[in-house]
């Protein structure tokens, strides 16, 4: 059921998503209903009138569930289920239901658990006013009455229980974020569906879970992308987005939304063979400010390119993660954004330290590195500043020189007075 009210219409595109949820909550969309209206029905949403139609046109069909790309008030879906005598569901209720249905991992079952929780405690009254009116007239103290009070202290009980486990998986997700401070880290983010989970696999050769539904992934995934021994890229897949993403979920999925919050860099992919891909890309630039995500620098990514017309003009790289097509120059770009991001330093050694080289190459990307007469010259780059490299070396035993750059872009030129032991 689709309905616009006012000076807005039906948002291009949106009929067809709604298929999609339904088909990805595992049913099948047997007939769409429009309704426009000057503001929306405060008891029945639609209008009474709709509402026989609606009725009608379940009855005829054999329909039981309506699924309305709206959100219905407290009350309305309730008034709705006994006015059509199907049960009704609402876009947000629909999205936490695939969300349920696709969570697997602990942190993801919490996050789901939390935003259901908390969709629904507003939503008790509701069910129970209506329940209670059965109890007795006017004034008395329905059977529903005491019911609703134990139900809201409950789950705001267990609210606050999976506030708590979140926060402390999310303490764990920083702590092993830390952990990587030394790697790039970058986090592909997107519209839903538009091959996010595709092209990790495809360019790090990893077997995540693709498919054509929406909200497949439900987790951060975080592989190593390889890039010639030249330091550690990192890239991260994650949750998707979609228009009007519900409140609930950006609250609860706070600690699967931290990767994209803490990246480096983003690579924003659309779907290029999508005829509402732009209205999308903009969806998710606005929902990266909402999280606090809008200024990380990104690369924008139009994949899919095999389904779409080669002649559709794009500004970005455009990559198909099925045909491989595309995936050299996009690992490319985001080497050049890890090189150009980097703290440059050359580093003189002498004597032999296994430990401390294995761990500039795990840390660091070495560009070069010469031997002579038992002195090494280590030339590279850090990610997030040269501090880390600074307390590793104040670990060695060996004897060092650490001349930091401050062209970026490789032209060396001393700035500071050479740091030595
Ligand atoms: N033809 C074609 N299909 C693709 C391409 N990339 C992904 N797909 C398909 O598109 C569907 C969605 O791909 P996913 O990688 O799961 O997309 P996602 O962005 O991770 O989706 P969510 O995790 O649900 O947000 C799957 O059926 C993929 O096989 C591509 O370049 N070309
Ligand atoms: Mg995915």
């Known amino acids: 059921m689709h309905a616009s009210f006012g000076r807005s219409s039906v948002q291009p595109g949106a009929a067809e998503e709604m298929d999609a949820l339904v088909q990805s909550a595992g ?8 309704q426009h209206r000057h503001a929306p029905d405060p008891s029945s949403f639609v209008g009474s ?8 046109a379940a009855e005829a069909n054999g329909i039981t569930t309506i699924v309305f790309d709206s959100d219905l008030g407290p009350g309305q879906a309730s008034r709705l289920e006994e006015a059509t ?3 009704v569901i609402d876009r947000t209720e629909l999205i936490l239901t695939i969300f349920a249905l696709h969570a697997r991992t602990a942190e993801a079952l919490l996050q789901i658990e939390l935003a259901q929780l908390r969709y629904a405690l507003p ?3 509701g069910m129970w006013h209506h329940l209670s009116r059965l109890g007795g007239g006017i004034g008395t103290r329905g059977p529903g009455e005491t019911q609703l009070e134990v139900d809201r202290r409950k789950a705001r009980q267990r609210i606050k229980l999976l506030e708590t486990r979140i926060d402390e998986v999310e303490e764990r997700r920083v702590l092993r974020s830390s952990a990587r401070r030394g790697a790039f880290q970058v986090a592909l983010t997107g519209y839903t569906n538009t091959g996010k989970s595709s092209l990790l ?4 050769g990893s077997g995540v879970h693709a498919e054509d539904k929406l909200f497949a992934t439900l987790d951060a995934v975080t592989r190593r992308l390889h890039s010639d021994g030249a330091g550690q890229i990192v890239l991260s897949d994650t949750v998707g987005f979609i228009d009007r993403l519900p409140e609930e979920l950006i609250a ?3 600690s699967t939304l931290g990767v994209v919050r803490d990246a480096d860099l983003l690579i924003l992919v659309g779907d290029l063979s999508n005829p509402w891909r732009e209205r999308q890309m903009q969806l998710v630039r606005s929902t990266l400010d909402d999280i606090g995500a809008g200024s990380i620098p990104r690369i924008l990514v139009w994949n899919k390119s095999d389904l779409a017309d080669p002649a559709t003009p794009m500004e970005g790289i455009v990559t198909s993660a099925l045909t491989g097509c595309g995936l050299a120059g ?9 090189n150009d991001s980097l703290s440059r330093f050359e580093l003189l050694v002498e004597g032999d330290d296994g430990l401390l080289q294995n761990w500039l190459y795990e840390n660091c990307a070495i560009s070069s590195r010469t031997v002579a007469e038992g002195a090494q010259t280590i030339s590279g780059g850090c990610m997030h500043g040269l501090d880390r490299l600074r307390a590793r070396l104040a670990e060695s035993t060996v004897a060092w020189q650490l001349h930091p750059l401050s062209d970026t872009n490789g032209n060396p ?7 030595t032991r």
């Open 27 to 34: 049913g099948a969309v047997i007939a769409r209903l429009f």
């Open 413 to 419: 030129e001393w700035t500071k007075a050479q740091e």
């Open 330 to 338: 996009l690992a490319e770009a985001v080497i050049k954004a890890r």
């Open 123 to 125: 939503r008790l009254t």
């Open 49 to 56: 009138g709709k509402v026989v139609e609606i009725k009608a």
């Open 252 to 254: 609860s999925f706070r």
């Open 201 to 204: 696999n495809a360019l790090c």
């Open 85 to 87: 005598g199907c049960k």
